[in-house]
């Protein structure tokens, strides 16, 4: 079985991580950037680090690329940022709040033609639905992933209509902050785990193996009920048909499973420079339970103590992914 080198926690105080390897052969990291106890204290920018290798990002500068407006849209709650090399160029999805109503939560896109670190970035905007879509993007909308599959390119986000659920269209990779199709609701909160504190599906991410693509998500609330789900669908099955899908009924990683760390969700994928694939995810020391976590809010939106950290996966005969604990 393959060792876990990976420092633990990887990089600490941020949330929602995201990795992937670029064309240009280089590992590149983003994240929450966190609040400190306030809305006003934080989440105001977002930052990528560059390596050579995974273990790298660990130590690697970290750079402000965008900042928050400081009034208006894109002013507040700056949130769980992804970078996605489409079409010959660099974006990041990410959502934002407004100054007026920090809870007026959209996803946004930048847009950068030349290198990531050192290359200006534009605004594109609000994601945008087709002219006869009336529903996406209208309510609290966040946690925009993209993938490409079979020639397709999707992305998937949470937005509140009822619960927090999962939604996945279809997009112009010209314009990725363009819907191209109708979405299809991907999954509620239907069980226990999924309504803990709060009733919550979000935070997806996407793995493909030789057998099955599989959606990750996150559900319940922000703090220790925070855990992992899963869904698949096989390889060459029309995934817009939500017939193609299996959800689990049970987390695939919670607290439970975990020692020293509570709350683990919104993760990544990334295979790294030996060839092994890792699961990137944000959890708290266990110390959050008792308010001893050093930066403890009651609130725990506001409490930076989501640290990134590594776990190894390995693909079963199934096309499964399955992560060594």
Wanted: net charge negative; glycine share 6%; with cysteine.
């Amino acid at each position: 079985m393959k060792s876990n080198n990976y420092p633990n926690p990887f990089i600490e105080q941020r949330a929602d991580p995201y990795v992937t390897k670029g064309p240009d052969g280089f590992y590149y990291f983003t994240a929450s950037y966190p609040a400190f106890y306030s809305a006003d204290n934080g989440y105001d920018r977002i930052v990528l680090r560059r390596s050579e290798t995974v273990y790298g990002l660990s130590e690697a500068d970290e750079i402000t690329i965008w900042r928050a407006h400081e009034k208006g849209t894109m002013a507040k709650h700056i949130w769980a940022p992804e970078i996605h090399f489409i079409g010959g160029c660099w974006y990041i999805f990410f959502a934002a709040g407004d100054s007026d109503n920090v809870w007026n939560i959209r996803p946004y896109v930048l847009k950068c033609e030349g290198d990531p670190i050192s290359s200006e970035w534009t605004e594109c905007g609000k994601m945008q639905a087709l002219p006869e879509d009336k529903t996406s993007f209208n309510s609290f909308s966040l946690d925009m992933t993209y993938f490409e599959h079979k020639n397709k390119h999707y992305v998937i986000w949470a937005e509140i209509i009822g619960d927090s659920s999962l939604f996945m269209a279809e997009i112009n990779p010209d314009k990725p902050w363009q819907l191209s199709s109708m979405p299809i609701l991907l999954t509620k909160p239907e069980y226990d785990w999924e309504k803990v504190r709060f009733r919550v599906n979000e935070g997806a991410s996407v793995l493909k193996t030789h057998k099955k693509l599989c959606v990750f998500f996150s559900a319940s609330g922000t703090g220790a009920e925070y855990c992992m789900g899963m869904m698949y669908a096989d390889i060459d099955s029309d995934i817009m048909n939500i017939d193609s899908w299996t959800k689990l009924n049970s987390p695939v990683l919670q607290t439970e499973d975990l020692t020293g760390e509570v709350g683990p969700g919104h993760n990544s994928f990334v295979t790294d420079e030996n060839g092994q694939l890792l699961l990137v995810y944000h959890a708290r020391p266990a110390e959050h339970l008792t308010g001893e976590c050093g930066t403890y809010c009651e609130e725990s939106l506001y409490d930076p103590c989501r640290h990134a950290r590594i776990k190894l996966v390995e693909i079963n005969e199934a096309g499964l992914p399955e992560i060594i604990i």
